[in-house]
């Protein structure tokens, strides 16, 4: 008996049993879809983070107070940073391109009877280049502004139409805490980033937020919570990472410990990647054990099987079938529900990434390494879990099998 009249006996024994056959195939199913759609998930969100973190500005570092120890406290951190640090590394590290200091605050803002909770972003002009943050109507700060510290802001694109609605918010004034604010510009859509809605915020001078707002000051000047630098090039990122600290050290009397910690966005993706890599190694280890209780659910229902068909059996080692002949066709009934399982869940868990694609902000694709492999792993496990029933029903003795006719 030839290998093709093998897979076309399988067959049809298990076309005889479609309901069986169909449950039997489940595991593998669920297993292979969830595979398939948890490492497409997790290839996506990965991809989001790399465009989330870019969206920060080209060739960023970021300057924040405290250590990177302190960071991971869950405590103020100390403001060790002011303006006239960001003015000197301005003038006097010569790898960066432009500085945006930044001081933040959570504050209300308020027109007529409407209010709005808000991230207040005291900064200069160049947060704008820095940020890579665009102007849709009106203007943004200037220089001049900061020199007289004036009552102006710029309202994020959802901020603006919260508190407007369809009516133009130039020239109009805001409140935020006793200070009046008069609306200079309304910014491009940004969107959501790392968590912080950029389109909910609000831009006015430094000098303004730190001595209206918030009362940020201090005998060294005034007190910023974070630093934005932009670097020439990627290839300076290094030098210019160096050159700052040096200077921060100096301005700081620094002798053992650093009170500020530098930033780059390959930290950050280095950072995000390595969590996001290991809860989608993690989501996949635990969608492919359903694989293994799969393989399992094959090898029971083969071993019900080799039971029911004991005359089949038995009739066909009587009219000369080998033991390798009932050996071969059980392991290929086996890989038959596994493959057939295998490709079914493919293609539910391909349908589901793309979907999931189109339905949220994750720019999902098709793993095709996460297709074969799924598609692999679910054949070696039908191969596995068919030997032993199949190596049972090959040393049924036929005598004792026909016994039962």
């Known amino acids: 008996m030839n290998i093709l009249e093998s897979i076309k006996m399988a067959t049809t024994t298990l076309l005889a049993n479609k309901v069986r056959s169909s449950l039997t195939m489940l595991g593998i199913i669920i297993g292979n879809a969830s595979v398939i759609a948890m490492i497409g998930i ?114 994020g694109s959802e901020l603006a139409e919260q508190l407007f609605g369809n009516e133009d918010p130039i020239g109009k004034r805001v409140r935020v805490k006793n200070t009046s604010l008069q609306v200079i510009g309304v910014m491009a859509p940004k969107g959501t980033n790392l968590g912080n809605n950029e389109d909910m915020s609000a831009f006015i001078p430094i000098t303004t937020m730190a001595n209206r707002i918030v009362g940020r000051s201090s005998p060294y000047g005034t007190q910023v919570s974070l630093i934005s630098v932009s670097i020439e090039d990627e290839d300076s990122m290094e030098a210019a990472q160096f050159q700052i600290e040096n200077l921060l050290r100096l301005r700081h009397k620094i002798i053992y410990e650093d009170d500020f910690t530098v930033r780059t966005q390959k930290d950050l993706l280095q950072t995000l990647g390595g969590i996001t890599a290991a809860l989608t190694l993690l989501l996949a280890a635990t969608a492919g054990i359903s694989l293994v209780v799969g393989g399992i659910g094959i090898m029971n229902i083969m071993l019900v099987s080799v039971t029911e068909r004991t005359k089949e059996i038995g009739l066909r080692k009587a009219i000369g079938a080998s033991q390798k002949d009932i050996l071969v066709q059980f392991i290929i009934e086996s890989v038959i529900l596994s493959v057939a399982g295998g490709l079914v869940g493919t293609g539910i868990g391909v349908s589901g990434v793309l979907i999931l694609g189109v339905l949220s902000p994750l720019e999902t694709g098709i793993p095709i390494a996460a297709v074969f492999l799924a598609s692999g792993v679910s054949s070696a496990i039908g191969l596995f879990f068919g030997v032993v029933p199949a190596k049972q029903a090959a040393k049924l003795d036929p005598i004792v099998a026909l016994r039962s006719l």
């Open 42 to 155: 997790g290839e996506g969100t990965q991809r989001f983070v790399n465009d989330q973190v870019n969206s920060l500005g080209p060739n960023v570092l970021f300057i924040v107070p405290g250590t990177a120890e302190a960071q991971r406290k869950p405590v103020v951190q100390p403001q060790t940073l002011v303006l006239a640090d960001a003015e000197a590394i301005a003038s006097q590290v010569p790898t960066v391109k432009e500085v945006a200091p930044i001081l933040n605050a959570n504050e209300l803002v308020s027109y007529r009877n409407k209010n709005a909770s808000s991230n207040l972003v005291g900064t200069t002009p160049e947060f704008l280049t820095v940020r890579n943050f665009d102007v849709a109507k009106g203007r943004f700060l200037t220089d001049l502004d900061l020199q007289k510290q004036e009552n102006i802001v710029a309202l």
